[in-house]
T-cell receptor, first 115, second 116 residues
Framework: AQTVTQSQPEMSVQEAETVTLSCTYD???????LFWYKQPPSRQMILVIR??????QNATENRFSVNFQKAAKSFSLKISDSQLGDTAMYFC????????????FGDGTTLTVKP | DTGVSQDPRHKITKRGQNVTFRCDPI?????LYWYRQTLGQGPEFLTY????????KSRLLSDRFSAERPKGSFSTLEIQRTEQGDSAMYLCASSLRTGTLVYEQYFGPGTRLTVT
């Protein structure tokens, strides 16, 4: 079974600064995908960024980038130039690539961006 | 709006009653997923469909839970004889899978169930 661990229940950052959210996972699979989702207060979950395990290059999406360390089973999210709208709960998720069925989620990190 | 929609958004019911939720996925998506999320936790997988076939069910999905996707489009999740422990947000998501290509899941707004 796969597990996803987010060790930081809450974090805060000043507007315009950079913050990194941590995620570790455990799996015996070699073909898988990793995701970061954002869930703003009382709003639906949206995808922030995805990473295919077979790709060595770290994914980036504008101000969001990941540090994917496959051997260490680590997948952290870096948010640069934090904005007030980044305030949300962030979930790390894992999906096996062979059948692309369910995703396994961590328990989330609540990020507050302060003005 | 072409996103995933769920109905109702909120449901309050008394213990022992049956409830049914509906999910309409993004139209071209062939996969549909149900998750349950309790306060302060990440979503937990319940079940998923490819077209009309239910491919996997979690052990969390007791005999009181049943899900259908009869025509490969919308899906329903029914909970019979509700218990207070069923109170949660029920999330639906959809995705597209073509051959070996995997696409991310798009989530709906959820149905919040409160069992009194």
């Amino acid at each position: 079974a796969q597990t996803v661990t987010q060790s930081q229940p809450e974090m805060s950052v000043q507007e315009a600064e950079t913050v990194t959210l941590s995620c570790t996972y455990d799996t015996s699979e070699n073909n898988y995908y990793l995701f970061w989702y954002k869930q703003p207060p009382s709003r639906q979950m949206i995808l922030v960024i995805r990473q295919e395990a077979y790709k060595q290059q770290n994914a980036t999406e504008n101000r969001f980038s990941v540090n994917f360390q496959k051997a260490a089973k680590s997948f952290s999210l870096k948010i640069s130039d934090s904005q007030l709208g980044d305030t949300a709960m962030y979930f790390c998720a894992f999906m096996i690539g062979t059948n692309a069925g369910k995703s396994t989620f961590g328990d989330g990190t609540t990020l507050t961006v302060k003005p | 709006d072409t996103g995933v929609s769920q109905d109702p958004r909120h449901k309050i019911t008394k213990r022992g009653q049956n409830v049914t939720f509906r999910c309409d996925p993004i139209s071209e998506h062939n996969r549909l997923y149900w998750y349950r999320q309790t306060l302060g936790q990440g979503p937990e997988f319940l079940t998923y469909f490819q077209n009309e076939a239910q491919l996997e069910k979690s052990r969390l999905l007791s005999d009181r839970f049943s899900a259908e996707r009869p025509k490969g489009s919308f899906s329903t999740l029914e909970i019979q004889r509700t218990e207070q422990g069923d109170s949660a947000m029920y999330l639906c998501a959809s995705s597209l899978r073509t051959g070996t290509l995997v696409y991310e899941q798009y989530f709906g707004p959820g149905t919040r169930l409160t069992v009194t």
